[in-house]
Nanobody, 115 residues
Framework: QVQLVESGGGLVQAGGSLRLSCAAS????????MGWYRQAPGRQRELVAAITTTDTTNYSDSVKGRFTISRDNAKNTVYLQMNSLKPEDTAVYYC?????????WGQGTQVTVSS
């Protein structure tokens, strides 16, 4: 099993930047598709960005051009660089590890963007 711990969330003004980290343990993540999801109050959890085992990336339209997902397999860590943040980016951000029928989730980290 993979255990995931997110960090790096916080309060930032609109236009600012944050970098989220997701540290994995228990398994090496190089074989997993890694993703960042977010959930705002009253809304469903949505995919923000994902990165495959060959470093192909995918982004939701709402963050394309502003967010960058990356992975460091040597550190067993996935990152989400978030630039030009908007109030609508406010949510709890979750890290996900996916392999075939297996999914593991972190506990989430709060990101709040003030206007």
């Amino acid at each position: 099993q993979v255990q995931l711990v997110e960090s790096g969330g916080g309060l930032v003004q609109a236009g600012g930047s944050l970098r989220l980290s997701c540290a994995a343990s228990g398994r090496i993540i190089s074989s997993y598709v890694m993703g960042w999801y977010r959930q705002a109050p009253g809304r469903q959890r949505e995919l923000v960005a994902a990165i495959t085992t060959t470093d192909t990336t995918n982004y939701s339209d709402s963050v394309k051009g502003r967010f960058t997902i990356s992975r460091d397999n040597a550190k067993n860590t996935v990152y989400l660089q978030m630039n030009s943040l908007k109030p609508e980016d406010t949510a709890v951000y979750y890290c996900n590890a996916h392999l075939r029928y297996y999914d593991s989730w972190g506990q989430g980290t709060q990101v709040t963007v003030s206007s």
